[in-house]
């Protein structure tokens, strides 16, 4: 995938899957082609765990890294100062995961949360920018909300991004990519509409031509 893409028209993102598979490596190869690599680890462990992680990512040299904001503010506040501890000239982007996309309100009060997704995105964007993260990721349904309260304090990275017909798959909160630019998404999250096509790259076009 990463020799038919162009690191001009995307950054590439390295989740749970293939990490586990491939390692650092994997990380470093990426960014010898030139990308800009998003670590999509979703930390969420005790303070001290959790930012010792995230330094090791910034000593990778990701662009973007990202943690669960229900780990808590002094989670989220530990893995800041880890980060100044460093002192790169380039620190990752940190960002705090809010309510998964693949969660409906459904879900989400099964498995105990007292309001739907929206309330409680709300809740922990707010609480995130408030313990030192550069953004959140969301669904792009909750992007404009989000804009409106945080304005340019807050980057939004937005997985459960669908183009017009594409198979929902297990998300639950999903948006059109031109439609997610709209309600102000910073960073549009496309996984498997991308990667899963025949044509991957004539796809990555044609949502990028949507956009402009
Ligand atoms: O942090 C993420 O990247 C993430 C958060 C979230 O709430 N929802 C979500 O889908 N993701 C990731 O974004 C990607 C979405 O992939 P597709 O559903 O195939 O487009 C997956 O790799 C997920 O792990």
Same mark, same amino acid.
């Given at each position: 995938?990463?020799d038919?893409?162009?690191?001009?028209?995307? %950054?590439?993102?390295?989740?749970k899957?293939?990490?586990?598979?491939?390692?650092?490596?994997?990380v470093?190869a990426?960014?010898?082609?030139?990308?800009?690599?998003?670590?999509?680890?979703?930390?969420? /462990?005790?303070?001290?765990?959790?930012?010792?992680?995230?330094?090791a990512?910034?000593?990778?040299?990701?662009?973007?890294?990202?943690?669960?904001?229900?780990?808590?503010? %002094?989670?989220?506040?530990?893995?800041?100062?880890?980060?100044?501890?460093?002192?790169?000239d380039?620190?990752?982007?940190?960002?705090?995961?809010?309510v998964?996309t693949s969660?409906?309100?459904e879900?989400l009060?099964?498995?105990g949360?007292k309001?739907?997704?929206?309330?409680?995105?709300?809740?922990?964007?707010?609480?995130?920018? /408030?313990?030192?993260?550069?953004?959140?990721?969301?669904s792009?349904q909750?992007?404009?909300?989000?804009?409106?309260?945080?304005?340019?304090?807050?980057?939004?990275?937005?997985?459960?991004?669908?183009?017009?017909?594409?198979?929902?798959?297990?998300?639950? %909160?999903?948006?059109?990519?031109?439609?997610?630019?709209?309600?102000?998404?910073?960073?549009?999250?496309?996984?498997?509409?991308?990667?899963?096509?025949?044509?991957?790259?004539?796809?990555?076009?044609?949502i990028?031509?949507?956009?402009?």
């Open positions: 995938m990463a038919r893409l162009d690191p001009a028209m995307c %950054r590439v993102k390295v989740g899957e293939l990490f586990t598979c491939a390692g650092p490596s994997v470093e990426l960014q010898s082609k030139g990308f800009d690599v998003f670590l999509d680890l979703k930390f969420h /462990d005790i303070p001290n765990t959790t930012s010792k992680a995230v330094a990512a910034a000593r990778l040299g990701v662009w973007m890294v990202n943690v669960h904001a229900s780990g808590g503010r %002094r989670m989220m506040e530990a893995c800041r100062e880890e980060l100044e501890r460093l002192q790169l380039r620190s990752p982007l940190l960002i705090a995961v809010t998964l969660m409906s309100d879900e009060l099964e498995i949360y309001s739907g997704a929206a309330e409680m995105v709300r809740h922990l964007a707010a609480l995130s920018v /408030d313990s030192g993260m550069d953004g959140v990721v969301c792009a909750e992007a404009a909300m989000l804009k409106q309260s945080h304005g340019i304090n807050i980057k939004l990275v937005t997985p459960g991004i669908r183009p017009e017909n594409s198979d929902v798959n297990d998300q639950r %909160r999903i948006v059109t990519p031109a439609q997610a630019v709209q309600n102000g998404s910073d960073y549009l999250v496309i996984g498997r509409p991308i990667t899963q096509a025949a044509e991957p790259v004539n796809v990555l076009e044609t990028i031509a949507s956009l402009n």
